[in-house]
């Protein structure tokens, strides 16, 4: 994988830096969109790193600044993601809007502006954080979540479907639990029986250097039984 390039957002923290680390060390060349890159940590000192704000709009100056710095673009990997604990009846406009935003309309804007780059390449890939809240809902309060991570899940298959002829492949990675901040945040399960963040990033590293002959749609991890999952 020497010398490929990865657009990573939600680089900073959870399952996003994990991934960047396993890129690195697999010899990717990294462009990383955070929103504040002050906080860029000593480890990215080699990589591209650009403001990006999912809710600003700012996916073509991404796009071009990666492509004046390396010239092509394998692979983008969508990280970056909110989840806003309520359920479709209560949640307004405003916190639904901006759920929908960072979950689902700025990877569509991403990958959008990346597309010729990744279509150039003939193996480009696309990787979008979903969430097994993408297969089913399981819970009220997780269900205007869920409505964003479905969302994710079809753009996920859109873009199969529309850059196949090119090369390009999708994969949508839909995690239960995982010890991250995101989770801690909204239940009690133990965080070391929760999947770890780095057993993510091995599965998205995964579906980043198949084939295009073994496309993987998605990919459901989790930590706890479930009926299908
Ligand atoms: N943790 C789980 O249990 C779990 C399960 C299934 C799916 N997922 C999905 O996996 C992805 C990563 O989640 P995580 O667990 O790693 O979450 P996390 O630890 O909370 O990290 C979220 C990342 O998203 C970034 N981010 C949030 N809002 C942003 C915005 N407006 N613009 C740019 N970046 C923004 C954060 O940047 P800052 O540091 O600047 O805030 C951070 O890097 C998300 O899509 C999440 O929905 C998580």
């Known amino acids: 994988m020497t010398g490929r390039v990865a657009l990573i957002s939600g680089a900073t ?33 080699e ?15 991404w796009v071009r600044a990666a492509m004046d710095r390396f010239g092509r673009i394998d692979a983008v990997v969508c990280c970056a993601g909110i989840m806003t604990p309520r359920n479709i009846i209560e949640i307004d406009d405003e916190a639904l809007n901006e759920m929908l935003e960072v979950n ?44 964003t991570k479905h969302a994710a899940v079809a753009f996920t ?3 199969r479907q529309a850059g196949w002829d090119d090369g390009i492949r999708a994969t949508a990675i839909c995690p239960g639990y995982v010890n991250t901040e995101m989770a801690r945040a909204i239940t009690d399960f133990p965080p070391e029986e929760m999947t770890q963040p780095e057993d993510v990033a091995k599965l998205v590293h995964l579906a980043l250097k198949l084939p295009n002959t073994a496309s993987v749609s998605e990919l459901a991890i989790n930590c706890q039984l479930e009926e299908s999952f």
């Open 104 to 147: 689902v309309k700025s990877p569509r804007r991403l990958v959008s502006a990346a597309w010729d780059a990744l279509k150039t390449c003939g193996t480009g890939r696309v990787v979008i954080l979903a969430s097994l809240s993408g297969k089913r809902v399981k819970s009220s309060g997780s269900s205007s979540y869920a409505m």
């Open 47 to 61: 990589d591209h790193v650009i403001s990006y704000d999912a809710t600003s709009g700012s996916e073509n100056e």
């Open 13 to 45: 923290r959870g399952i996003g830096l994990s991934v960047a680390r396993l890129l690195r060390l697999d010899g990717w060349q990294l462009s990383l969109g955070i929103r504040d890159p002050a906080r860029a940590g000593a480890e990215t000192s």
């Open 157 to 159: 298959h859109g873009i």
